[in-house]
């Protein structure tokens, strides 16, 4: 098998300097658009079509969440590690695109690969 | 597919749009007057509870006058080829949780302008609502009289937070009025606090998820009252639009309604008909935001008791938070066109039918 096989096949995204922590920059691709976040440790990228409604995922907040507690405290925390999509504000994790409330409910990600000043997403064709 | 969304909020960047409309006293008033926020917010006697996000669509971010409708064409309007979007304005309803009820005419009046100048030329698909303040009916009546007649004009609208509920006689004058121009009267959620009776019967909620699913609350209030009192005795071609109050409670408090009526109609001698036949000719209700079980057909087996074919009406409450797709509302398919589109043309007369026509063929 040739290296060519198993290399995943990577798409441009965008230049990093156009992406900032906690503003992602939505990009098309193809026919698709997709949200690119700088976290504080890496790059993440997800459909820019919520898993609940088909909302616009990628252009709400990004936040951090309360912890769920066992009495009224308010504990902020992962601040900068969750999008709460546009339309309906249902909280996604950035880095698996797990939805909080259900972890079966998932958006879209795709592994981001950074080379110099640019980004790739290994996207199946 | 005939698109008709009842419920399109036309939002705007400032309260200071209301001042070309407003007469001298109460422009100041609302320049220099005691207001519930910062410098350009609108008057109103405020409500108990907060959303924590705010209660727009993060992706709705209009910064100028023009923003806002240049945005809700592109992500609106046009991305779902909608026919009719009837403009339901946005902080106007809450004019009626003030107790000063001749500021509240003056604000609402200002609004209706405002609207039939800046708004219903901007695009043909506009039709418009009229605001009032229904804490002074003969004050509303009277604007319902005022702008009435106006060709894009198709309903007048009231918050559903109220001082009593809207079948109270108090409050005939304003069907009397939308009966002689012949407009539905609707309410749309909101208008709590202030003057108005709080959200929910038994006392204030905390938070914003826990009142939003209790907005059914006043809805069923003034379903009862309106149908007890007689209005549609009185005015049997009114037609009642309840907006963005849900809908899958409509069958069971039927239920419960009929049966009562059926051992103490001698209360309410005037009733001919029963209360769930009054509300099948009478009343309508758009569907957002509609419940979503885990299984949707629990939902339409519910809404077929309401004859949902027939009686709801579509809305997607742009650009709200809780905002519903044309292209992702859980209706059973058969129903499409006619919660869609259709069934509106028999409330909004002045909505050209031709145009449907032509989309359903």
Known sequence: MSAAATAPALTFACKAAQVAVGKP?????????????????????LLNICPHRAGHLCEGPVSGTNRQT???????????????CAWHGWEFDIRSGKCLVDEKLRARTFPVHVDGDDIYLEMRR | ??????DVHNYWSS?????????????????????????????????????????????????????NYLIMKEKHLDLYDIDVAILTADEPLEASTLANYH???????????????????????????????????????????????????????????SQRPYGDPFYHPIYEACAEVGLPFAIHFGGQGGVNHNAIASGPTAYYWETHALLAQPAMTHVVSMISNGVFEKYPDLYFVVIECGVSWVPSLMWR???NFKALRKETPWLKMLPSEYCRRNIRFSTQPLEQP????????TLEHMDGQNTLLFASDYPHWDFDAPTNLHIPPAWRDKVMGLNALEVYKRIEAPAAAARVA
């Open chain 2, 294 to 301: 885990q299984n949707v057909r629990h939902l339409w087996e």
């Open chain 2, 1 to 6: 597919m005939f698109i008709v969304d009842t």
């Open chain 2, 103 to 161: 500021y509240a005419n003056a604000l609402v009046k200002a609004y209706n302008d405002y609207m039939i100048d800046w708004w219903l030329p901007k695009d043909n698909r506009f039709k418009g609502s009229i605001i009032i303040s229904p804490t002074d009916p003969h004050g509303a009546a009277a604007e319902i009289r005022r702008l009435g007649g106006h060709k894009d004009i198709v309903q007048v609208l009231a918050s559903h937070g």
């Open chain 2, 257 to 259: 309604l009929d049966a």
């Open chain 2, 15 to 67: 309260a200071e749009v209301l001042l070309p409309y407003l007469e001298p006293y109460w422009r100041d008033f609302l320049v220099r007057g005691e207001k519930p926020g910062p410098r350009g917010s609108f008057p109103h006697g405020h409500r108990p509870w907060l959303h924590p996000e705010g209660f727009s669509r993060h992706d709705i971010r209009p910064e100028t006058e023009d923003d």
């Open chain 1, 25 to 45: 920059t939505i990009v098309t691709i193809g026919r698709i658009r997709v949200g690119i976040f700088q976290l504080e440790d890496g790059y993440a990228a």
């Open chain 1, 70 to 84: 066992d009495k009224a405290e308010f504990v902020y925390e992962r601040a900068g590690e969750i999008i709460r």
